[in-house]
């Protein structure tokens, strides 16, 4: 069919743009499922790799301080393959700085199995020495063999830095949730020490204070953990941790299910976006072709030639978008496994390996998307009969429209344009419909980055400046009385600081069961704020607990029902305590409740964990030489860490925000000049009756109108249907609870953006109708 | 007969629209004899398009058969169909309807490279007089030129029978007799059985034969002893 294809070629010519279009997007959804699928792939499997090679726990127990022999006899228990003890404590570390970075260290046994570091460079750290992470000993200008001073209980105690290392415990640099999006690698260090060494510095020679065990063959995660709580709950078990909790770890395996699902979805929106540009293109193509494909037809071309004809179209574009993808993808791959590998994790590259399988999925992906959508909209074809070479294309049946039937009265109270242009309307529903599916999907794709901005922003100033509105929370070595609590205040000269108790406990309701820390806070407590999910305000309550949303939809409790409570704190007694309210809460999972209540519970009266703190000055510098503080977490430095990743983030949504803009562009585009070619010659007519062509831009502007507000009125439910689906498919967690945004300001700005299009669109409109040519409309026969 | 090539029998066709019938075709027989010249005249309307149509085997009567070469049409399942549009059938338009996405050559082309053993394109395309034309476009071209490509486009499949649907109905006078002249010549030199539809009462005197066509029914079939030659008819 060479003159066929010759024909193919050159009428591409005339809608190059289009076609260039969607063989960009094509080439996006190939580079987009070859680079995310082999660098998801490989991450994941070069993850497992270290894991497994150095050897990363399953289970991670937090003990009160017992004797090494304790935990090894563990390993006894079925379920449990290794087991071996531990000293973790949080110190600080004195760099040179004015403020000591708080410094988690972990004190591992010597020749032990388990969690086992990789020295980047220099030896094991022995007596007097500690291994640092690598990315807080670069934050720091640290280098192996400098002398720097731990700081335990407002002591100095000096060390040298025997070597920079990896752990595949710290993979990413945090151990707190709340450091999960903003890891801080200049205040917070990791650093690796021997156990007998840790230990002597923290006045726990001899003890161990954690236990981490591997599974045995054959056994769960959740088996081990049973046992180990059966063998171990009420001979100094404060908590189990799996590995799935070990924050890391989840952190890791958190992005490694974006990167997943990214690797999934991408490509299909890319190519489906294609694929709705094809179905116009062709759909336009079939119809203005109408009589050249009556004359194919009348010379005896079969209707599976004159199909595959325009199919070739279709095929052609999902063929070179695919080559040019999958090439371009096999390239990226290796550069773009790097720069993820050394962004986000701190672990030394492994390999990479291409998976070829991909060049069959791409393919075959392609070929259904762009050879479906080609046969769905060259199928036209096949009503098209010889005979209707001779005719020009029937003219649509005049009927009167459903608005003049039924309400008559309003129909005669239209001005002629308005209708004329429901005239329009009613006729050709499918291409109105098309127009306002195309403004609601372009809304849509519009508005989800906004949402996502909008979500991001909530998390983080949601949680700490509605809720936890202190500027610091202080965590005692060990429980301090009112008494000591008062004294330090006067002494660091601090404004409004309030006692708090917080313990693991081990809550349940029927056959469910929770790990949830638990906060007492006094009754009046003003520097942390609490509000219902119907987002009224609530304070502590006298008797009966505070349950976060995610832990109420865990448990399956609502306000009014009971929970049993146990913790260590409570020497596993157990207690029944009233839900009183679940309130928001969007990271991590925490329960409150008052003072006198938590009193009950531990029988233990003046003695708090900590507190929280409301002062505008630097305490990390004022309190950093007083011994009982393990721990200051400072908000504004989360703050400061979000504000650091919100600026990514909104580069990224940007990003979002134009590839969602020029796709909604692209769609309306298309569809109001497939709306224009079509009417070429009817217009033209209006024209040659002595309309001008603004009367006729009026026509299709009232349309345009017309469509535009119904697919906003669409989009908005569409777009928030769709977020919410996005929020409640992946993003709930124990760690993570997103909020069910509603932001009007995303829709103000989608409304805007999208409007702005539609703009933008008619203006293109004007000049396509300005310029018909009304000699080459009227003998558009010639085809 | 035995020369018989392509006929009706009994052919109607009502073509329905919503309440209103509109009887096309009413119980029309005719036979075209192998090598005959056949116009077709009769006013708007009168049915000459469908039955044309019908003939060429684009469009199905609503009752009656068509036959070719002793076989009848209806007996044709799809790709057969298309198969005798392809091989037996040449087809000229009123309006030309040449793709204009191509070249004269191609045009013509579109068709060669369907059959198996189409007329030499060359000896077509100088046969109707644009050798020189060749590598135009059709917006390149004159009407007349463009009627030629045309019915190059129809003969060079080396058609059984050529069925034109009022082929000078755009065209001017003059260029009009060049293109019944052209009609007639190939008619005579390659002994295609050619039926054409016109308007014009005094083209009827070039035919072989002339059906006159009235509200759906043939009205008067005349043997002509002795056509005009083209160049002799006047309008
Ligand atoms: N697709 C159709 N649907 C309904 N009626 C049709 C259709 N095609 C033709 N007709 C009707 O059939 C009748 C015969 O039409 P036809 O096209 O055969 O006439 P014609 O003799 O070729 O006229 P003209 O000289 O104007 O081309 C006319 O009344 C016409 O209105
Ligand atoms: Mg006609």
């Known amino acids: ?783 | 007969m035995s020369d018989d090539i392509l006929g009706t029998e009994q052919v109607s066709k009502v073509y329905q629209q919503g309440e209103v019938k509109v009887r096309a075709l009413q119980d029309v027989s005719v036979q075209m004899k192998s090598g005959e010249f056949i116009v077709i005249v009769g006013p708007s309307g009168s049915g000459k398009s469908t039955l044309l149509n019908i003939l060429g085997g684009m469009d199905v009567p609503t009752s009656g058969r068509v036959i070719y070469a002793g076989r009848s049409l209806a007996e044709l399942d799809e790709s057969e169909l298309t198969d005798y549009r392809r091989n037996e059938i040449g087809f000229v338009f009123q309006l030309y309807n040449l793709l204009s996405a191509l070249t004269a050559r191609e045009n013509v082309q579109l068709a060669t490279e369907l059959v198996n053993s189409p007329l030499e394109l060359d000896e077509v395309m100088h046969k109707v007089g644009l050798d020189d034309r060749m590598d135009h476009f059709p917006s390149q071209m004159s009407g007349g030129e463009q009627q030629r490509v045309a019915i190059a486009r129809a003969l060079a499949k080396n058609p059984g029978v050529l069925l034109c649907d009022e082929p000078t109905g755009a065209l001017d006078y003059e260029t009009g007799i060049k293109i019944l002249g052209l009609l007639r010549e190939l008619n005579r030199d390659y002994g295609t059985t050619v039926a054409i539809i016109t308007h014009n009462t005094a083209v009827a005197d070039m035919g072989d034969r002339v059906l006159r066509m009235r509200s759906g029914e043939i009205v008067e079939q005349r043997e002509n002893d002795d056509p005009v030659p083209a160049e002799r008819i006047v309008w």
């Open chain 1, 1 to 783: 069919m060479r003159s066929l294809d010759r024909r193919l070629l050159r009428t591409a010519a005339e809608s190059k743009l289009q076609i260039m279009a969607v063989v960009v997007i094509i080439t996006l959804a190939l580079i987009s499922l070859v680079v995310l699928t082999n660098v998801y792939e490989n991450l994941n499997q070069s993850l497992l790799d270290y894991y497994e090679r150095q050897s990363f726990a399953h289970l991670f127990a937090e003990l009160t301080p017992q004797p090494p022999e304790y935990v090894e006899g563990l390993s006894s228990l079925r379920e449990i393959e290794q087991a071996e003890g531990r000293v973790v404590a949080d110190v600080r570390m004195d760099v040179g700085r004015d403020i000591y970075p708080e410094l988690h260290l972990v004190g591992l046994p010597q020749d032990g199995l388990l969690n086992r570091p990789q020295i980047v460079e220099g030896s094991p750290p022995t007596r007097g020495e500690v291994a640092l992470l690598t990315g807080f000993a670069e934050a720091n200008g640290l280098q192996v063999g400098d002398e720097v001073d731990l700081i335990v209980r407002g002591e100095a105690i000096s060390v040298e830095v025997s070597a920079t290392a990896s752990s595949p415990e710290f993979l990413y640099p945090v151990t707190d949730i709340q450091q999960i999006f903003a890891p801080d690698q200049k205040n917070r260090g990791i650093a690796l020490a021997d156990m007998g060494f840790a230990a002597d510095i923290l006045g726990k020679s001899g003890q161990i204070n954690e236990a981490s065990f591997t599974v045995a063959e054959g056994y769960s995660q959740q088996d081990a953990e049973d046992a180990v709580e059966d063998a171990m709950e009420g001979h100094g078990l404060l908590r189990v941790l799996t590995r799935d909790d070990q924050v890391s770890n989840y952190s890791v395996m958190l992005r490694m299910e974006q990167m997943e699902d990214l690797s999934h979805s991408v490509p299909v929106v890319f190519l489906a976006i294609a694929a709705v540009i094809i179905y116009m293109l062709l759909l336009r193509m079939v119809e203005s072709d109408r009589p050249t494909i009556g004359v194919l037809k009348a010379t005896g071309y079969t209707d599976r030639e004159v199909l595959l004809h325009y199919l070739k179209y279709a095929l052609a574009m999902g063929g070179a978008g695919a080559v040019l993808g999958m090439g371009i993808g096999h390239l990226l791959v290796r550069p773009v496994a790097e720069f993820v590998f050394l962004q986000f994790f701190d672990m030394p590259f492994l390999h990479v390996q291409l998976n070829w399988a991909l060049i069959a999925v791409g393919g075959a992906l392609t070929l259904v998307f762009c050879g479906g959508t080609g046969l769905l909209a060259a199928r036209g074809v096949l009503r098209i009969v010889p005979a209707d070479a001779m005719r020009p294309p029937a003219p649509p049946a005049g009927k009167r429209n459903l608005l003049e039937v039924y309400l008559p009265r309003l129909w005669d109270g239209l001005t002629f344009f308005t209708r004329l242009s429901l005239r329009q309307l009613f006729r050709n529903k499918k291409r109105f419909v098309l127009a306002v599916l195309g403004v609601a999907f372009a809304y849509t794709l519009v508005v989800l980055p906004f949402y996502l901005l909008g979500i991001v922003d909530a998390i983080a100033f949601e949680q700490y400046e509605e809720f936890e509105v202190y500027d610091y929370a202080l965590i005692f070595d060990q429980p301090a009385s009112e008494s000591a609590i008062s004294e330090l205040r006067r002494e660091a000269d601090i404004g409004i600081m309030e006692p708090m108790i917080q313990y693991p406990f081990t809550v349940s309701k029927g056959w469910r069961e929770e790990s949830v820390p638990v906060r007492a806070l006094p009754e009046g407590a003003s520097l942390q704020r609490f509000e219902n999910e119907r987002g009224q305000r609530v304070s502590i309550p006298s008797s009966g607990i505070l349950v976060c949303e995610y832990m109420a939809g865990a448990l399956g409790v609502e306000p009014g029902d009971r929970i049993r409570m146990s913790s260590q704190a409570t020497d596993e007694r157990e207690y029944t305590v009233e839900v009183r309210e679940v309130i928001r809460q969007t990271i991590g999972s925490v329960m409150y409740t008052s003072h006198e209540t938590m009193q009950k519970m531990t029988g233990q009266g003046d003695a708090y964990t900590g507190a929280l703190v409301q002062s505008p000055d630097d305490l990390r510098y004022r309190l950093r030489e007083v011994g009982n503080i393990g721990l200051i977490m400072s908000v504004q430095q989360i703050l400061e860490g979000f504000g650091e990743m919100m600026g990514v983030v909104i580069a990224l949504c940007s990003i979002l925000v134009i590839l969602g803009g020029v796709f909604a562009f692209a769609i309306l585009f298309n569809v109001a000049t497939v709306g224009i070619t079509e009417r070429v010659r009817e217009f033209s007519s209006m024209r040659v009756l002595g309309y001008d062509s603004k009367a006729v831009y009026r026509i299709v502007l009232h349309e345009n109108v017309l469509a535009t507000a119904l697919g906003l009125l669409l989009g908005a439910p569409l777009g928030h249907m769709t977020i919410v689906a996005v929020i409640e498919a992946f993003q709930r967690t124990e760690m993570l609870y997103m909020p069910v945004p509603f932001h009007p300001v995303s829709h103000l700005f989608a409304t805007a953006l999208v409007c702005a299009f539609v703009a933008v669109v008619m203006g293109a409109v004007w000049f396509r109708i300005k310029n018909i040519d009304l000699l080459e409309a009227l003998s558009a026969r010639m085809t």
